[in-house]
């Protein structure tokens, strides 16, 4: 499958953004699906992940209340909306996908196989 990640700007704090990774290869229903973002000389952390039926969501503490992670199977899609946002939200942001990760393993980054080329998000103060 391969992942294409698109929706960053430019916001001001407070603000919100609606990023989209939308697939193509294969169809998204068969993977779980995640995000995660790497901000300047930090290492790239997880954010949210989404389970393949939709109905299992993971957060990160610092986005939770704030992020929605969501997917389209129809439109073969997956979504992060961001609400609330905050300059230290300023990052590249990622999306990544695997067929074969188990529910209690979707925040590791290292269990995603597949991944996009990212997405730039600035938040200004």
């Known amino acids: 499958v391969q992942l294409q990640a698109s929706g960053g700007g430019l916001v001001q704090a407070g603000g919100s953004l609606r990023l989209s990774c939308a697939a193509s290869g294969r169809t998204i229903s068969r993977y779980v699906a995640g995000w995660f973002r790497q901000a300047p000389e930090k290492e790239r952390e997880f954010v949210a992940a989404i389970f393949r039926s939709g109905s299992t969501t993971r957060y990160a503490d610092s986005v939770k209340g704030r992020f929605t992670i969501s997917r389209d199977n129809a439109k073969n899609t997956v979504y992060l909306q961001m609400n609330s946002l905050k300059p230290e939200d300023t990052a590249i942001y990622y999306c990544?996908?695997?067929?074969?990760?188990?529910?209690?393993?979707?925040?590791?980054?290292?269990?995603?196989?597949?991944w996009g080329q990212g997405t730039l998000v600035t938040v200004s103060s």
């Open positions: 990544a996908a695997d067929e074969s990760i188990i529910m209690s393993s979707m925040a590791l980054e290292n269990q995603y196989d597949y």
